[in-house]
């Protein structure tokens, strides 16, 4: 079991506790964030979030927790985004308009187009087929489900960003990685051992 923590940062979009839980279950501590300069004491920094992009990125950015983790990123502080989190990395989303993200991947955030037998938002189980091997996947199985939520896709200009995809009518981009930036599309805290594995591995990471 781990004993390493993380920041975990509140910014007002939903589902905290259910990751603080998780990552707690594994064995790590957190600390959650609401405070820009707090940040820069952790050297591992889960952003979270369920809800709508634009309203996401505009309280990153009016409370200054966008710089803080600008900040972060340029010093090498290895940063997770779970589901709306790995979007707000990418550099625009078309949810609802044109919406500029973090910029962290050359990335968009696009709707899923509705097609017989598969509702939108994609809900439920799905297989997670890996891309390339990286420090968060070690022990697990290419193909393993994990639990996704979701009306928009990610997808990244650069194939050397996608660490893992997805199928759901389109095949999309379901984990991103990019120096210390990784990103998860489903949800790792309700994916079972899958899921808690990803977090015990992302917590055991060397900075």
Known sequence: MTSATAAVVDYGMGNLRSVQNAIEHVGGRVVVVSEPE???A???IILPGVGAFSEAIDCLRNTGLA????????SGTQILGICLGMQLMCARSKEGGDWEGLGWFDAEVRPFVPAEGLPVPHMGWNGVDFGHQDPLLTGLV????AYFVHGYHVHCSDPADVLATTEYGVR?????QRD?????QFHPEKSQEFGLAI??????MAC
């Not at 290419?142 to 489900?145: F, L, M, Y």
């Not at 977090?199 to 055991?204: M, P, Q, T």
């Open 38 to 40: 707090a940040l820069a």
């Open 42 to 44: 952790y050297d591992k």
């Open 67 to 74: 710089d803080s983790l600008n900040e972060c990123r340029r």
């Open 142 to 145: 290419s193909g393993s489900d």
């Open 172 to 176: 999309f981009h379901s984990m991103i």
């Open 180 to 184: 210390n930036l990784r990103g998860i």
């Open 199 to 204: 977090l015990k591995n992302y917590l055991e």
